[in-house]
C-alpha cells in the first residue's frame, strides 16, 4: 500500500477512538470552557506569586494547581458539565487568593498588583455564561495577538502542560520540585500581560521544554530505582477463566495498591494502556495475581471496557473516556472523577473488590501471542557503544531513532517499509515498531516515554545530537513528545520528522507555526522521505 500524507489523514482514525464515539474534532463549546479554566488559573498564578511575594503561602493551593491544569490536558475528553466543575472550583479558589492578597495589602498598607482584563469573571453563574465568556476571551485573543503570537501561546500552553504532568509524576514519587512549580506558576502569569512579544513567548518555550527534559530524566530514574530496575521480560496478553480487575492508566503506585489488596483474593489483576511497563519492572513481578496486559494495544478504550468482563480502575491522571456505558463498574481515585464513575477515597478498594467478585469475570480464557517488552541496559550499553562507534569510522552513515507507538496502522505500515528499505550502512534505533533485521535495534519502552528521554541523553552524552547521519522520527502528538520536539530542536537537532496531528490534539495552524519554528518536516511515504533524507546528506 502506498502510504502519502494524504491518505495519513484519511487513515488516521482507522483504530481511533474518536471513530468509535462519531466525533473527531473539539465541541466549540468545549473549547469555550477550556478558555475560561486557563484564564482562572492564569489569574490564580498572579495572586499565588503575589502572595508569596509578602510571604503568604499554602501547600494545598500548590496541588490543587497542578490538579487542575493537569485535567486540562486531555479536554477534549470533557462533557460540558466535568469542564464546568472545574471551572467553578477554580473561581472559587481564585476568590479566596484575591481576598488573602487584598487582606495582607491592606494590613501591609501595599497597593495591590491587580489583573487588568478585558474579560469579567464574575459573571459565570451557569454553563451558558460559562461558554458566552469563553467565547469572548477567545475574540479578545485575535484582537489582542496576531496569528503568530496566538499560536506561540498556543505551543507555550502545551508545553506548560507537559512540565505539569511530569511535576505530578514526580510527586507520585513523593517528590517536590519548588523551582518547576514556580515556573509554570511565571508561565501562566505571562498570559496576564498585555504586552508579549512573539520573541519572548519562543524564549520561554525553548527554556522550559529543556526544563521538561531534565524533569524526565529524573523520574525515569526514580522509576528504575523504586522498582527494582528493568529487564526484559515476555507480557501475556492471554486471559484465563475467573474474576478480574483492569488497572487503566499512568499511576504506578495505584496499581500497586490494587496488587496489594488483591494478593490474598482470587481476582486476577490485569494492566491497560501506560502501564504495559510495569510488566518489565521487578517490583511487579513480585506480585502472581498480576496475569498479563488485556487489549489490543491501541488506545480504543471504549472497546476494551465494553469487552471486559471485570471491575476497572482508572487511575489517578488518567485519559477521561466517556464511562456512561460502563455504570457501577468503573473506579477512579482521580482527582476529577468521570460521569458515572465511583470514587474511590483513601485508597480504599474494597468497593472495587466487591465489584470485580460480583462480575461475571471471563468464563474461559482466550489465549493471544505473548510481545516482548524491556531490555536489560547492559546490552543496551554495549549496543550503544557499536552503533557510536560505526557513526565515528562511517560505517553507519544514516541513524534513524524512532519514537513510541501511535497504535496506528498506517503508522505501522509506514515504519515497516521504511525498514525494508534500509541500506546495510544504515540503522534504526526504535522504541515501538520493530523487524527482525540486523541494523534495527528496538527498545520496547512500554510507551513510557521518560525511559526513552533517558535513554537517549546516554547515548547523546557520547555522540552529537547535532550531527547530519541522525534523522528523528517523532510518532505521536502528545504534550509531552511535543515539548520534547521542541528541546531536539534547542539542542540542535538538524533532521525532524514528524507525523501530521489530527485537529483533536493540536489546531493545524499550531501545527504549521510548530513545524516553521522548529525545523520540522511533516512525513510522507517511507520511500520519498528516504530519498529526500538521503538527498540532504
Not at 44 to 54: G, P, V
Amino acid at each position: 500500500m502506498q502510504n502519502n500524507n494524504n491518505e495519513f489523514q484519511n487513515n488516521y482514525q482507522d483504530i481511533n477512538e474518536c471513530t468509535s464515539r462519531g466525533a473527531c474534532s473539539i465541541s466549540p463549546t468545549i473549547s469555550a470552557l477550556q478558555e475560561v479554566a486557563i484564564l482562572l488559573l492564569q489569574h490564580l498564578a498572579h495572586y499565588i506569586l503575589e502572595l508569596e511575594k509578602l510571604g503568604g503561602n499554602n501547600q494545598n493551593i500548590k496541588y490543587e494547581i497542578l490538579n487542575f491544569l493537569g485535567s486540562l490536558i486531555s479536554i477534549n475528553e470533557f462533557s460540558d458539565n466535568q469542564l464546568y466543575q472545574i471551572i467553578m472550583r477554580e473561581y472559587y479558589l481564585l476568590e479566596d487568593a484575591k481576598k488573602a492578597y487584598q487582606k495582607i495589602c491592606k494590613e501591609k498598607q501595599i497597593v495591590p498588583a491587580e489583573i487588568k482584563s478585558s474579560s469579567s469573571i464574575s459573571n459565570i453563574n451557569s454553563i451558558a455564561q460559562a461558554i458566552s465568556m469563553g467565547e469572548k476571551i477567545s475574540l479578545n485573543k485575535y484582537k489582542k495577538f496576531n496569528s503568530e503570537q496566538k499560536n506561540l501561546t498556543e505551543i507555550l500552553l502545551i508545553v506548560i502542560k507537559s512540565l505539569n504532568l511530569n511535576l505530578i509524576k514526580l510527586c507520585d514519587f513523593e517528590r517536590f520540585d519548588s523551582e518547576i512549580y514556580h515556573e509554570i506558576l511565571d508561565a501562566l502569569d505571562m498570559y496576564n500581560h498585555s504586552k508579549i512579544s512573539a520573541q519572548k513567548i519562543y524564549n520561554e518555550i525553548n527554556r522550559l521544554a529543556r526544563l521538561d527534559n531534565k524533569l524526565q530524566i529524573e523520574i525515569a530514574k526514580l522509576f528504575l530505582e523504586i522498582f527494582g530496575g528493568i529487564s526484559e521480560v515476555s507480557v501475556s496478553h492471554s486471559t484465563r477463566q475467573g474474576k478480574a480487575i483492569l488497572v487503566s492508566g499512568n499511576n504506578f503506585f495505584d496499581l500497586l495498591n490494587v496488587l496489594e489488596s488483591t494478593k490474598d483474593k482470587d481476582i486476577d489483576i490485569y494492566t491497560h494502556s501506560n502501564l504495559l511497563i510495569t510488566h518489565a519492572m521487578k517490583r511487579f513481578n513480585e506480585f502472581k495475581n498480576l496475569k498479563g496486559h488485556f487489549g489490543n494495544l491501541t488506545e480504543n478504550c471504549i472497546l476494551d471496557f465494553a469487552t471486559f468482563p471485570g471491575a476497572i480502575l482508572l487511575t489517578k491522571n488518567s485519559k477521561n473516556t466517556p464511562e456512561y456505558l460502563y455504570r457501577g463498574r468503573l473506579f477512579s481515585n482521580d482527582y476529577i472523577v468521570p460521569n458515572g464513575v465511583i470514587k474511590i477515597e483513601n485508597n480504599d478498594y474494597t468497593e472495587l473488590i466487591d465489584s470485580a467478585q460480583n462480575a461475571k469475570g471471563f468464563s474461559k480464557g482466550k489465549t493471544k501471542d505473548d510481545t516482548i517488552l524491556g531490555y536489560n541496559e547492559g546490552e543496551i550499553e554495549e549496543k550503544f557503544n557499536y552503533i557510536i562507534e560505526n557513526l565515528n569510522n562511517d560505517k553507519i552513515k544514516k541513524l534513524y531513532i524512532i519514537g513510541i507507538d501511535s497504535h496506528l496502522e498506517c503508522q505501522r505500515e509506514y515504519f515497516n517499509e521504511l525498514f525494508s528499505n534500509l541500506k546495510e550502512n544504515e540503522y534504526a534505533i526504535s522504541f515501538s515498531y520493530s523487524k527482525d533485521q540486523n541494523n534495527i535495534l528496538t527498545i520496547p519502552i512500554g510507551n513510557y516515554i521518560p525511559l526513552a528521554t533517558n535513554l537517549l541523553k546516554s547515548f547523546f552524552d557520547k555522540y552529537p545530537i547535532s550531527s547530519e547521519k541522525l534523522v528523528f522520527f517523532i510518532t505521536t502528538c502528545d504534550v509531552m513528545s511535543i515539548s520534547n520536539t521542541i528541546t531536539l530542536n534547542e539542542m540542535d537537532a538538524r533532521n525532524i520528522y514528524m507525523a501530521k496531528c489530527p485537529p483533536t490534539l493540536i489546531n493545524p495552524s499550531v501545527l504549521e507555526t510548530l513545524a516553521k519554528k522548529y525545523k520540522i518536516k511533516f512525513t510522507t511515504n517511507a520511500k520519498n522521505d528516504l530519498k529526500n533524507i538521503r538527498q540532504n546528506s
